[in-house]
């Protein structure tokens, strides 16, 4: 079955930075886009940052933009969230999610909804403090 394990997570301070690492298994990894959403307590799902089959597309919650890296090596069946200068509102679950019938027109606006996504990992806990 497919399975998602997201890993990285943990306590920081401000500033520091962290990198989440989202292994898959019993998919085509080559042929399904990645995405990262977070939910913080007592808020609704956010997206977060998502990339394309090959990597040469990546989006970007305009709250994390030039902070967040969104990586993927397809060799290693990982994509990967690299997050430099955090802050405390960063804390959250952090979820990566597989879709594996990405629109041929691969676009932002398509990339950050949710419901596009067929499988989420467990979610990894990162709190920031400040």
């Known amino acids: 079955q497919v399975q998602l394990v997201e890993s990285g997570g943990g306590l920081v301070q401000a500033g520091d930075s962290l990198r989440l690492s989202c292994a898959a298994s019993?998919?085509?990894?080559?042929?399904?886009?990645m995405g990262w959403f977070r939910q913080a307590p007592g808020k609704g799902r956010e997206f977060v940052a998502a990339?394309?089959?090959?990597?040469?597309?990546?989006y970007y919650g305009d709250s994390v933009k030039g902070r967040f890296t969104i990586s993927r090596d397809n060799a290693k069946n990982t994509a990967y969230l690299q997050m430099n200068s955090l802050k405390p509102e960063d804390t959250a679950v952090y979820f990566c999610?597989?879709?594996?019938?990405?629109?041929?027109?691969?676009?932002?606006?398509?990339?950050?909804?949710?419901?596009?996504?067929?499988?989420w990992g467990q979610g990894t806990q990162v709190t920031v403090s400040s």
């Open positions: 990339i394309s089959l090959s990597g040469g597309s990546k």
């Open positions: 019993g998919l085509n990894f080559r042929s399904v886009a």
């Open positions: 999610a597989a879709d594996v019938r990405p629109a041929t027109y691969y676009s932002s606006n398509y990339a950050r909804v949710a419901g596009q996504y067929d499988y």
